[in-house]
């Protein structure tokens, strides 16, 4: 997304947090977050409370806690893909056996087949689903229906089921908006972010939403080994950031809805090198390219020449190679799409 600058975000700040502001001692931070930033939290969370959730030092510390806690080389994992790194690789170094389920390019978007996922599990029950939704790199979030229906197979033996939530808040239509998995579910694991949905990548703060004593235990215990904990400065100003959430990312969100119209009006002419499947929520999408392209050069080449970042698709665990990963969160995204589609021109006729 956007990013802010730190006196805009702090134009936010009423005159006694200013104060509070220009006399803020730096001191270690609580290990499990100052109580006032997951007070604000865990207002976002129906059913979970301040002493159900736990701050680290970025999202994917929390996803790495997460694993760790709740994975051995017993585990069986359904993870969805394509899959943030993260998400799929962490559980295979831990040893556990991974059970892609895959999400499918359709002409409207991405969809999950929950009947594969069904025999899947009926098959051989996963001790663990992880779910991204709403997903990176394509953008896809599921129905109200299909997200119950895939918690409710959880429950059949007990299983953990993590959903990588950092891209919540920036669903294109709001109304379509998730439940928090950690409001649904004793073993349910929201991983939040102050990153992704402000434009606050600067501000390393995420967290883990869960209403088991034990798994919070478990987590914090690998998170002492590892941040111990946050930056106060991190964490005061998340505070600030989760008090004024709402319209932070309704700014976002309309950059990302302005940038996305003239994309679909790009791909609405008539192409032959890209595959364009549209993402109902967040700021990426997945697109494909001609097979004859090489993404992963393409992406080198682009970087090098015009100074433009794209995600080449093997960096996603299980994904077609010649995806890439399209961030149109930016204010300047029109100009810098424009230079990469002339590149393609140019160097791909």
């Not at 599990?121 to 599921?142: A, C, D, Q, R």
């Not at 998340?238 to 319209?247: C, G, Q």
């Not at 996603?316 to 810098?336: C, D, H, P």
Request: proline share 6%; charged share 20%; aromatic share 10%.
């Amino acid at each position: 997304m956007e990013t802010l600058h730190v006196d805009q975000l702090i134009s936010y700040a009423s005159d006694a947090d200013k104060k509070e502001w220009e006399t803020l001692r730096l001191d270690y931070a609580h290990e499990r977050g100052s109580l006032k930033l997951r007070q604000s939290i865990a207002s976002h969370y129906p059913n979970v409370t301040e002493e159900q959730i736990l701050v680290f030092a970025g999202a994917q510390e929390a996803i790495f806690c997460a694993m760790n806690a709740t994975i051995t080389s017993k585990s069986r994992c359904g993870v969805v893909t394509p899959a943030y790194e993260a998400l799929f690789e962490i559980p295979k170094a831990l040893g556990a056996q991974i059970v892609p389920i895959p999400l499918k390019p359709q002409s409207n978007g991405w969809f999950l087949d929950i009947d594969d996922l069904k025999r899947a599990h009926v098959e051989k029950p996963f001790t663990n689903l992880i779910l991204n939704f709403p997903h990176n790199p394509t953008g896809t979030l599921l129905s109200l229906e299909l997200f119950e229906e895939i918690v409710n197979l959880s429950l059949i033996n007990d299983s953990w089921i993590v959903n990588d939530e950092v891209f919540r808040g920036l669903e294109h239509n709001p109304a379509k908006r998730l439940p928090p998995i950690a409001s649904l579910t004793p073993r349910g694991i929201s991983i939040g972010s102050i990153s992704k949905p402000h434009g606050l990548g600067g501000l390393r703060i995420g967290w883990l939403a869960c209403q088991s004593p034990e798994l919070l235990e478990r987590a914090l215990f690998y998170k002492q080994s590892l941040s111990v904990c946050s930056s106060s400065i991190d964490d005061w100003l998340a505070s600030l950031v989760i008090e004024h959430s709402s319209i932070l990312r309704r700014n976002a969100t309309l950059i990302a809805l302005e940038n996305l119209e003239f994309i679909d009006k790009h791909f609405a002419q008539p192409h032959t090198k890209f595959e364009w499947n549209a993402p109902s929520a967040g700021c990426v999408a997945f697109p494909a390219l001609r097979k004859d392209i090489s993404v992963t050069h393409l992406a080198n080449s682009l970087l090098s020449k015009h100074n433009i970042m794209i995600i080449p698709g093997e960096c996603f665990s299980q994904s077609a190679t010649n995806r890439f990963r399209l961030g149109y969160g930016q204010k300047n995204f029109k100009e810098v799409f424009n230079t990469f589609c002339n590149f393609l021109d140019m160097d791909y006729p």
